[in-house]
């Protein structure tokens, strides 16, 4: 028998093909060597038949003495499709290719067009856009990342700790009287924010990712701009509180003449105007001229470690160095963000109109932002006087 066909032999052509080679005379056979090989090939193939068929008997004995969980295989379930309504439908797949092919303006189908309809006139980004916008905002202006930042739909009013007194010895048995712990209240209202972005017709011809990274990257980065700057520079009216219009007095501020220049001894003094409490959170603010124009050159190994380079960060006496165009030349801010309490509406809206004149689609960006300091203690300002003061 043939060593290939002997791999697939059953027990019975085994003992067949055996019982033949008993009767073979020996003395007359021309290759010993290729039986002696067919008669080893026969025994494996045999003894791999034996061992394989006490394996299932042993299988069988486990399963009638309840050894062994007998299980089926499970047939493919079939995907059930949520069924959308104004409680779920932001967060479907349906709404967001829906949103998205509707701002490219291309067809929507049965479903898509459900999904739109429980949007109503004003559609809102899906959820699936709103978390990477702000994720990649806060990428454009890190000034996000220190804030208190709330997504909250609509005007909100919540209490923020004011003055913390420190803990007190207590005298065993002796009575305990409540610390004068303050919180502040802060209201923030409801402000747009807009941005009109314009791109050729050609817009709908890509892929429905590709024009969401798109999207996605305009939006985020054209609100960064425009709420970091309201952070530090907004008026107050109609519009949110930056911080620069705290008012700024000794107290809180070291001025630089206009004609002179920034030393190491004003900023000495600016940090020490900082309370201990806000200065573990603090940062600096300031503008890449202001850091390496002003500060940088005062630099004198020999007396002080005034600046200090980590990696791509800089530290000013051990405190951390933001860069922000939002802040003038030759000024910078310094405090705890986190007492700058602001609310980006989650309800971030995007309205598109076709242009026939330059055969282009344009969209306008939406969002609601208000925000102020909630506590003005918490920063003081270098002040580069002008000579209007």
Do not use: C
């Not at 104004?86 to 479907?92: F, H, I, P, R």
């Not at 739109?116 to 709103?130: C, D, H």
């Not at 405090?335 to 989650?346: T, W």
Request: hydrophobic share 35%.
């Amino acid at each position: 028998m043939e060593l290939e066909k002997i791999k697939n032999a059953t027990i019975n052509e085994i003992e067949e093909r055996m019982e033949e080679i008993r009767s073979l005379d020996l003395d007359k056979e021309k290759d010993l060597r290729a039986l002696d090989k067919e008669v080893d090939a026969l025994k494996e193939r045999k003894e791999e038949l034996r061992k394989s068929a006490k394996s299932k008997e042993e299988l069988r004995t486990k399963i009638l003495n309840g050894d062994v969980e007998v299980r089926t295989i499970d047939k493919p379930k079939e995907e059930r499709k949520m069924e959308l309504n104004k409680d779920n439908y932001l967060s479907s797949k349906e709404y967001r290719s829906a949103f998205l092919k509707n701002l490219q303006g291309k067809e929507l189908n049965v479903q898509e067009r459900a999904a739109m309809a429980l949007a109503g006139t004003n559609p809102v980004i899906p959820e699936q856009l709103q978390e990477p916008i702000l994720t990649k905002a806060k990428e454009y202006a890190p000034v996000l990342n220190d804030i208190t930042l709330l997504t909250v739909n609509g005007a909100v009013k919540f209490a923020v700790e004011g003055t913390n007194n420190e803990a007190i010895v207590h005298t065993e048995n002796a009575n305990i009287t409540p610390s004068n712990d303050s919180f502040v209240e802060v209201e923030l209202s409801t402000y747009e924010i807009v941005k009109m972005i314009q791109i050729s017709a050609s817009v709908n011809t890509m892929s429905i990712d590709s024009f969401e990274t798109w999207l996605i990257d305009n939006l985020s980065e054209s609100l960064a701009i425009k709420i970091e700057n309201l952070v530090f520079n907004g008026t107050g009216s109609s519009q949110a509180k930056g911080v620069n219009k705290i008012e700024w007095q000794s107290s809180n501020s070291v001025t630089v003449t206009a004609d002179g220049s920034l030393t190491a001894a004003k900023i000495f003094a600016l940090v020490g105007l900082l309370k201990t409490g806000y200065s573990r959170n603090a940062k600096f603010y300031m503008n890449r001229q202001t850091l390496f124009n002003d500060f940088l050159p005062l630099e004198d190994k020999s007396k002080n470690s005034l600046v200090v380079r980590e990696g791509e960060n800089y530290y000013i006496l051990g405190i951390k160095v933001e860069t922000t165009d939002s802040v003038l030349t030759h000024e910078a801010i310094l405090g705890d963000m986190k007492r700058y309490v602001a609310n980006l509406a989650e309800a971030i809206t995007v309205k598109n109109a076709f242009d026939i004149n330059t055969n282009s689609y344009k969209y306008l960006g939406v969002a609601n932002f208000d925000g102020k300091p909630s506590i003005e203690e918490a920063f003081v300002k270098l002040v580069k006087e002008t000579s209007s003061n």
